[in-house]
């Protein structure tokens, strides 16, 4: 008897230390699985931290090369603006002084040709019919002609007058002084006594050759013709307003 007692207490001993042993096994898996998922967690955690910093890492480069390509770009165009602008710079000096060289050209050209109204010292002529009562010789002697006026041009002319106008109208190389009866034409309008005649160059040449010992002026003056001489410091030469005539010359095709 005493030793089933003993065998049947042994029996609930362990019943008893089985059913301990059941709440404590799944305490300690739930215990497991815990720290498995926690750990789990925290490696998907710092999986996603990884992700997203590398990504971060990655749009962060990704823009920094953005910007240099830009950069350089906007920098390339610079640079090839200020080259174009550099080439307009000449481009511009080079037009500007080959415009220059022109218009010095043509404004000497238009001086020569008599298209230029001229300013400057020089002398100016008086020539008029004189006083027949006075003359000595034939009456159409004291009378101012074609052939008196076309003389005193010529005579300065010579002594390098670089513009001259009888009575406005300026004397260019086709200029034809005439006389159609008792009327003067000059550049084909009609002219009158007195004649002023302005001529723009050196005065004291001007004047000497005018002048001179045994001038055409000294014998205008000894027929009896009223002519005299001035220098001045400033007289106006208009331009020619007529048509250059070619009778023979054309131009070449």
């Known amino acids: 008897m005493l030793e089933k007692h003993i065998l049947d207490q042994t029996n609930k001993e362990e019943k008893f230390v089985k059913k301990r042993q059941i709440p404590i096994a799944i305490g ?11 750990v789990q967690v925290k490696t998907v955690d710092n999986s996603i931290t990884s992700v997203a910093k590398t990504q971060a890492e990655n749009e962060l480069r990704d823009s920094v090369l953005k910007w240099k390509e830009n950069y350089d770009n906007a920098e390339s165009k610079l640079e090839y603006k200020e080259a174009e602008l550099e080439k307009l710079r000449k481009q511009i000096s080079s037009s500007d002084e080959s415009s220059s060289k022109i218009s010095e ?5 238009n001086s020569i040709l008599g298209y230029t109204d001229l300013t400057g010292s020089g002398v100016v002529i008086t020539a008029q019919d004189g006083d027949y009562s006075t003359s000595k010789g034939l ?3 004291y009378i101012v002609h074609d052939g008196d006026l076309i003389a005193l041009v010529n005579a300065l002319k010579n002594a390098g007058a670089e513009a001259i106008s009888i009575n406005g109208q300026r004397i260019v190389n086709s200029t034809a002084i005439t006389c159609v009866g008792n009327t003067t034409m000059i550049n084909g309008e009609k002219v009158g006594s007195p004649f002023i005649i302005n001529a723009i160059g050196n005065p004291e040449k001007l004047y000497g050759q005018i002048t001179m010992p045994d001038s055409y002026y000294d014998k205008m003056k000894s027929d009896g013709v009223s002519v005299k001489i001035e220098k001045v410091n400033s007289i106006d030469v208009p331009k020619y307003t007529g048509l250059y005539k070619f009778d023979y010359a054309k131009t070449i095709e």
């Open 28 to 38: 300690t898996v739930c215990l497991l699985l815990t720290l498995g998922i926690c």
């Open 105 to 109: 050209q043509l404004e000497q050209n």
């Open 139 to 141: 009456a159409s002697l």
